[in-house]
Nanobody
Framework: QVQLVESGGGSVQAGGSLRLSCAAS????????MAWFRQVPGKEREAAAAIGRYDAVYYSDSTKGRFTISRDDAKNTLYLQMNNLEPEDTAMYYC??????????????????????WGQGTAVTVSS
C-alpha cells in the first residue's frame, strides 16, 4: 500500500507563497489519481486541486490562477505551488490518492470518500 507524507506548510503574510510536498512510498505516484484537500475546524473537507492518472488537472474557483498542482515521478512526490496566498487559504492541507480510472475521475475527483490513501496533513496559515 502507498503511504503519503506532507510537508512545506507554514505561516506567511497575504500575497506570499508556499510549496507543499507529498512524498509517497510503497508505490509510484504515477499509478494514482491524486489531490490536495483542505479543511478548517467545523467545515467540510474541500478539494483545492486534483491531478488524474494521465495528468488532467482540476482547480477550484478559489485556487485557479494562483495554485499549481504537479507530480514528479522521479522523486515520487506530488506538489502544490501556492502563490498570492490569501487569509481564506488558511487550513490544514491533506494529500490524497486512489486508483479509480477512466472518465469516472470527472465525477469522483472532488469527493474525499473516494480516496483511500491520505497523509497526516500540513498546516498553512495566511495573515493579512
Amino acid at each position: 500500500q502507498v503511504q503519503l507524507v506532507e510537508s512545506g506548510g507554514g505561516s506567511v503574510q497575504a500575497g506570499g507563497s508556499l510549496r507543499l510536498s507529498c512524498a509517497a512510498s510503497g508505490d509510484s505516484v504515477r499509478n494514482y489519481n491524486m489531490a490536495w484537500f483542505r479543511q478548517v475546524p467545523g467545515k467540510e473537507r474541500e478539494a483545492a486541486a486534483a491531478i488524474g492518472r494521465y495528468d488532467a488537472v482540476y482547480y477550484s474557483d478559489s485556487t485557479k490562477g494562483r495554485f499549481t498542482i504537479s507530480r514528479d515521478d522521479a522523486k515520487n512526490t506530488l506538489y502544490l505551488q501556492m502563490n498570492n496566498l490569501e487569509p481564506e487559504d488558511t487550513a490544514m492541507y491533506y494529500c490524497a490518492a486512489d486508483r479509480f480510472t477512466g472518465s469516472i475521475w470527472l465525477s469522483w475527483r472532488l469527493i474525499p470518500s473516494k480516496y483511500n490513501h491520505w497523509g497526516q496533513g500540513t498546516a498553512v496559515t495566511v495573515s493579512s
